[in-house]
């Protein structure tokens, strides 16, 4: 049983591209988050949603939008995608009361060319 | 604002030496400690917590003591094998509002036979 899944695992596209990743949680969780990892593995928080709603927001452009269909659900659009954008992004989720252990999906990794 | 210190890797081994990877935070209240590994082109898996002051997580071998005194989380093994080669991260999560966790910067891990 795949707790965190993420689509696609692998992303290569050109740059100014638009291209969108999702992601699915079968843990029952109420929370959700993107957080993006460089090429030096440091992870940063990107967005986290809870019950649908965005409660984290970190600074990160405007060409990035998340969206929560459902507490289950957490899509990331990314438009006119560049160099820079390139990184692994992962999902995660979590209940959402502070200290909860955060379950990771298995990152996708894009390459923007 | 919170932030978690890592020791640089790589840290390199020998089978069946001794490990220790040094963590220290700085946080606002009592945070709940955590110890992710990534494996080699996987996501990241718990790999124990803490939530608060002189408790020990452990699994697998691994250990980490939460010592409020020193903000400290170090994480040892008595043995390390080569499959324990990876990426560990050192984070927190803020026991207030919503569960978001701050990470270290990773330290990679190479076990040699």
Redesign the interface.
Known sequence: DTA?SQTPKYLVTQMGNDKSIKCEQNLGHD?M?WYKQDS??????MF?Y?NKEL??NETVPNRFSPKSPDKAHLNLHINSLELGDSAVY?C?S??????????????TRLLVL | GDSVTQMEGPVTLSEEAFLTINCTYTATGYPSLFWYVQYPGEGLQLLLKATKADDKGSNKGFEATYRKETTSFHLEKGSVQVSDSAVYFCALSTNSGYSTLTFGKGTMLLVSP
């Open positions: 965190v929370t988050y030096k593995k440091f992870l940063k928080i986290s809870n409660i984290i992962f995660a979590s209940q959402a009361r502070a200290g909860q252990t955060q379950y990771f999906g298995p990152g």
